[in-house]
């Protein structure tokens, strides 16, 4: 499952430029125009990192950066700031409240492409790696296979995009709409009951004979991948 990038830039060149290239190095990419957009989508929608303008036409970046760790809303997503601002004091402002990354521009876009993987890598390892593991689950993005122990597991292609987001996810809980969003889409209009069938189907590929079942149900909030197995 691809990693999922917002871009927050008023720039329309600049964002033809961030969404062709991070695009073709396979991320999925959403964009917004100012903060109030961006915003929205924060809460509406999942991502894997942040690509922040620092010069925006309502709020500004480095406000925006600032408001979304004060709020807890974002309190781990990685956030790369592009900023036309190359003086030290304006770059250790954007890290001391809580950027992770900055790029000055005029920018060399392999440079950023970089940026963007290392900082994916450092802080989300899981969504990049060809290979996803738990106790004795493996998944294999490069071969699309998935094996429990020694057994190879036969799955449906939406049963594979749910062990795949749970994998990329160890020990935490998914809400029944964040699966939705993560396996079928924002977009798609699709009950949230539909998420359980596909659960059950998935528990039933994954457990043979006396084998737990590594898929645990928290009661009111979702599903977690069990990291016991």
Known sequence: MAARILVIEDDAAIVTLLQYNLEAAGYEVATAGDAEQGELLLSEQLFDMLVLDWMLPDVSGIELCARLRRSGKAPKLPILMLTARGEEADRVRGLSIGADDYVVKPFSVPELMARVKALLRRVSPERIDDVLTRGGIVLDRAA??????????????????LLEALLESPGRVLSRSQLLDRVWGNTAEIDERTVDVHVGRLRKAL???????????????????????
């Not at 020694?150 to 995009?161: D, F, K, S, V």
């Open 207 to 229: 457990v043979r004979g006396d084998e737990p079942d590594p898929i645990r149900t928290v009661r009111g909030a979702g599903y977690v991948l069990d990291d016991t197995v």
């Open 144 to 161: 699309h296979r998935v094996t429990r122990g020694q057994l190879e597991i036969a799955l449906g292609p939406t049963e594979y995009r």
